[in-house]
């Protein structure tokens, strides 16, 4: 399993780790209107999957933007999803302060089906760490990166190059 901190704590990741070349398990959060989602809704888009601890702090709220900014130009294959164990409201309330009202951020806070399905539930907080997961069009994981202290950004230029590849 992957080695995390958050704080420079060491935190104990419940689910199963996902590798490159894994099936994307598939896994249902809330919607900011609390209805369900499902990686079977945006079957046949490659999808860059941001896992992030609390949109309510700054590097979560960079690494949403940032994505969500890097993949507007490349056309409606692709999708960028924002998860979160923030309730549904809280998502909603930042998305209209931020002006990113098409960002598909999704909540996590109810079952954790998301988080023990790839593996980053954080037991001692029981938020998710930071993480990223790219996913092509036929489902199969293509880029993992789980950021080793969650306070810390994720390498962007990576996670866009892995989606940019499979956009080609």
């Known amino acids: 399993?992957?080695?995390v901190t958050f704080k420079q704590q060491p935190v104990t990741l419940l689910g199963t780790e996902i590798n490159v070349g894994d099936e994307a398990p598939d896994f249902t959060v809330l919607q900011n209107d609390l209805?369900?989602?499902t990686l079977k809704d945006t079957e046949g888009k490659i999808r860059l999957i941001s896992v992030i601890?609390?949109?309510?702090?700054?590097?979560?709220?960079?690494?949403?933007?940032r994505f969500n900014e890097a993949v507007t130009d490349l056309g409606d294959d692709v999708t960028v999803l924002t998860i979160s164990a923030d309730l549904p409201f809280a998502q909603a309330r930042w998305k209209a302060s931020e002006g990113l009202d098409n960002a598909h951020t999704l909540s996590d806070h109810r079952d954790l089906s998301f988080g023990t399905a790839y593996g980053t539930v954080m037991k001692e907080?029981?938020?998710l760490a930071r993480?990223?997961?790219?996913?092509?069009?036929?489902?199969?994981?293509?880029?993992?990166?789980?950021?080793?202290?969650?306070?810390?950004?994720?390498?962007?230029?990576?996670?866009i190059d892995a989606v940019k590849k499979l956009a080609e």
């Open 1 to 3: 399993m992957a080695q």
């Open 35 to 37: 209805t369900p989602f």
């Open 53 to 65: 601890p609390s949109i309510d702090t700054g590097v979560c709220s960079t690494q949403t933007k």
């Open 125 to 127: 907080l029981r938020l």
């Open 131 to 159: 993480s990223v997961f790219v996913i092509d069009k036929d489902g199969k994981v293509a880029y993992v990166e789980y950021v080793p202290e969650g306070t810390d950004h994720p390498d962007y230029d990576k996670a």
